[in-house]
């Protein structure tokens, strides 16, 4: 899950030196070797939205339910305006503090929604009540007019958002290092400067959370996915084509000198599960309409969605683990979800988590 750490500087040697966006690129993250499958299941912040329910309790008790069937992680999308919801950071506060092993993360967080110092600090603190146990992904804007219009909503720019969110990642990395003896304490990127980002609470774990790419396959995100960030996190809807990009990543993160196993392959993909597969598919098609404004069959061109049995699931989702994928993010397509929690643990966790056994490439070696 997490890519190489530089080492420390010489004691002592503490500097004030002003960051530039590149200088810290994902590098602060150890390397792990586990390539075990890791499943996580999404919680239903934006499907209570839909229903004009926003209580917490529900949540922490989807939560608790989620660890005690097995689930590896638990996470929480964003959105302000374009598809309200509770904020993630608060939600998964919660969550962290209502659970004791299962890993917490957004899919995805949009940080230009906030102040990148305030999402520092934010961030910091969601890692402290989570005691480490966090992951971001994080994305640059999902290109639909309700996002434009939501960026709008806070004075963000909707215009260059790409590269702002890199130079936002960048500032928070500086910040999470710069307590370390040598490390800069200032940034001055193009669109953020600030000063004395010491003075920030350290963050829970060294360097800060892993940082996740939600993004598609282009070659510009796969080269981006490769250098700046710890983790992959896309919802491609063909598995060929996942691994394609998956291997790609692979060779430029060790062109880069990373290493073929820094960046985390992870998968977001959406299921509905039911014995008829005529229903589930009905469902999910109800479920989408409310959820995007949109049909399946529009969707389905840019997104990862699977519907029918919990074992026929199973098995669509095992293209992907065998493409590659290591962390599958589960988003229950029903606007009830957790009557389906119980069998997607029961059934088709276990066999996807079987198929996460097999070796697959990475780069040019096995793992």
């Known amino acids: 899950m997490d890519a190489e750490r530089p080492g420390r500087a010489p004691e002592g040697a503490r500097g004030t030196a002003r960051s530039a966006p590149d200088d810290t690129r994902s590098t602060n993250h150890p390397q792990s070797p586990d390539r075990a499958l890791r499943v996580g299941i999404l919680l239903p912040t934006r499907e209570q939205a839909i229903n004009g329910a926003y209580a917490a309790a529900p949540l922490l008790d989807f939560a608790r339910q989620a660890e005690r069937l097995g689930f590896d992680s638990l996470w929480a999308g964003d959105s302000l305006t374009a598809r309200p919801r509770l904020d993630p950071l608060v939600v998964l506060a919660a969550a962290a503090a ?17 102040h990148p110092l305030i999402g520092a600090n934010m961030v910091a603190s969601l890692g402290h009540v989570a005691q480490g146990r966090l992951v971001l992904g994080l994305g640059s804007g999902f290109p639909m007019p309700e996002t434009e219009e939501e ?12 590269g702002r969110l ?27 400067q600030a000063d004395r980002l010491d003075r920030l609470p350290a963050p829970a774990t060294p360097g800060g959370p892993p940082l996740w790419l939600a993004g598609s396959d282009t070659p510009k995100v796969l080269a981006r996915v490769a250098t700046r960030y710890d983790g992959w996190l896309p919802f491609l809807p063909d598995a060929d084509a996942y691994g394609r990009a998956r291997r790609r990543i692979a060779e430029l993160a060790e062109e880069a000198g990373r290493g073929a196993d820094a960046v ?27 959820y995007y404004g949109r049909s399946l069959e529009q969707m389905s ?22 493409a590659g994928a290591r ?12 009557p389906q929690l119980k069998e997607i643990a029961e059934v088709l966790l276990p066999a ?8 697959v490439t990475v780069g040019g070696a096995k793992s």
């Open 327 to 338: 962390h599958l993010v589960l988003r229950i397509g029903s606007l009830d979800p957790e």
């Open 151 to 162: 960026f709008a909503s806070v004075g963000a720019s909707f215009a260059g958002r790409v």
């Open 264 to 290: 985390t392959p992870a998968l977001y993909a959406t299921v509905t599960v039911n014995s008829n597969s005529a229903a589930a598919k009905s469902e999910l098609e109800h479920y989408i309409t409310h």
């Open 166 to 192: 890199d130079e936002i990642t960048a500032l928070w990395r500086t910040a999470w290092n710069s307590g370390e003896p040598g490390n800069p304490t200032d940034f001055d990127g193009r669109f953020w």
């Open 301 to 322: 061109a840019i997104q990862a969605y699977g519907w029918g049995s919990a074992e026929s699931c199973a098995e669509w989702l095992g293209g992907y683990v065998r």
């Open 352 to 359: 996807v988590r079987a198929l996460g056994g097999q070796t």
């Open 98 to 114: 209502a659970t004791e092993r299962i890993t917490v993360g957004t899919a995805a967080l949009t940080p230009a929604l906030r």
